[in-house]
């Protein structure tokens, strides 16, 4: 059983940037995909970004061109830079790997204040 845990979250302006880090408890290496998701109050979770042991890189259209989504297998590691922050991706961000079914992190909050 693999554990994530999430860092990197906290308050920001409109406009700032924030780096989230999600680490893994064992190997990510045959973890497929890595995902990052998001969830605001009253709203349901949805899918950020993925991204392929292959490398392979998905985003939804609301964060495309301000987010990257990376990982690194040796460091067990997955990341989501997020810049140009916009009052509407406040949410709490959840590392996921394995999809729906598969491995969930606790989150973290970010807030951005307009």
């Known amino acids: 059983q693999v554990q994530l845990v999430e860092s990197g979250g906290g308050l920001v302006q409109a406009g700032g940037s924030l780096r989230l880090s999600c680490v893994a408890s064992?190997?990510?290496?045959?973890?497929?995909?890595m995902a990052w998701y998001r969830q605001a109050p009253g709203k349901q979770r949805e899918l950020v970004a993925t991204?392929?042991?292959?490398?392979?890189?998905d985003y939804a259209n609301s964060v495309k061109g301000r987010f990257t989504i990376s990982r690194d297998n040796t460091k067990g590691t997955v990341y989501l830079q997020m810049n140009s922050l916009k009052p509407e991706d406040t949410a709490v961000y959840l590392c996921?790997?394995?999809?729906?079914?598969?491995?969930w992190g606790q989150g973290t909050q970010v807030t951005v204040s307009s």
């Open positions: 996921n790997g394995n999809g729906w079914y598969g491995y």
């Open positions: 991204v392929t042991s292959g490398g392979r890189r």
């Open positions: 064992g190997s990510i290496f045959d973890i497929n995909p």
